[in-house]
T-cell receptor, first 117, second 113 residues
Framework: DTGVSQNPRHKITKRGQNVTFRCDPI?????LYWYRQTLGQGPEFLTY????????KSRLLSDRFSAERPKGSFSTLEIQRTEQGDSAMYLCASSSGLAGGISYEQYFGPGTRLTVT | GENVEQHPSTLSVQEGDSAVIKCTYS??????FPWYKQELGKGPQLIID?????GEKKDQRIAVTLNKTAKHFSLHITETQPEDSAVYFCAASKSTGANNLFFGTGTRLTVIP
């Protein structure tokens, strides 16, 4: 399967714990996005990478959140000191967009559903 | 920033009938408008998209229209089938910056056999 993959698919954690999610984009896609989706809402942009560089972060991304894409391939999203309000579906998407170029199609992974108890 | 509104929030149609979902956007700089289908427990799946230099695009039973002047775009599904039942999201983005997508709030489509 050559689509976007995410792991784990589900994560249940206690408030205050740290969690890390992984995203593997479509091979050779140089753009990678993280979105968050709460129940009954559309996905909301969190951050994106052009290759290994994190170029933009949303105001939704508090300082408890950090994302990396160390070699320009897979990415990780870490949430420290989780809060109940962090419960959501975390979606990763990738595209072949070039820097400064037109918008390209974004393909989403299946998401990681986080539940903070 | 961009604000995308989507209507209706729920839509029920009889199998074989057509379904229409409408979206409006606020930022005149937006120039790319994809539509996604999301089934329960899955990520959004891109089903069709349109760029601002085109007024209409069709792919088999689905079509999208764009009115740049009025800043609205619509998804049309003809000859609906039960497997079309899902939540549909419209989105908008522009060429500058992150090209991130701004999504509508979704339409839950139910096709009744």
């Amino acid at each position: 399967d050559t689509g976007v993959s995410q792991n784990p698919r589900h994560k249940i954690t206690k408030r205050g714990q740290n969690v890390t999610f992984r995203c593997d984009p479509i091979s050779e896609h140089n753009r990678l996005y993280w979105y968050r989706q709460t129940l009954g809402q559309g996905p909301e942009f969190l951050t994106y990478f052009q290759n290994e560089a994190q170029l933009e972060k949303s105001r939704l991304l508090s300082d408890r959140f950090s994302a990396e894409r160390p070699k320009g391939s897979f990415s990780t999203l870490e949430i420290q000191r989780t809060e109940q309000g962090d419960s959501a579906m975390y979606l990763c998407a990738s595209s072949s967009g070039l820097a400064g170029g037109i918008s390209y199609e974004q393909y989403f992974g299946p998401g990681t559903r986080l539940t903070v108890t | 920033g961009e604000n995308v509104e989507q209507h209706p929030s729920t839509l029920s149609v009889q199998e074989g009938d057509s379904a229409v979902i409408k979206c409006t956007y606020s930022d005149s700089a937006s120039n790319y408008f994809p539509w996604y289908k999301q089934e329960l427990g899955k990520g959004p799946q891109l089903i069709i998209d349109i760029r601002s230099n085109v007024g209409e695009k069709k792919d088999q039973r689905i079509a999208v229209t764009l009115n740049k002047t009025a800043k609205h775009f619509s998804l049309h599904i003809t000859e609906t089938q039960p497997e079309d039942s899902a939540v549909y999201f419209c989105a908008a983005s522009k060429s500058t910056g992150a090209n991130n997508l701004f999504f509508g709030t979704g339409t839950r489509l139910t096709v009744i056999p």
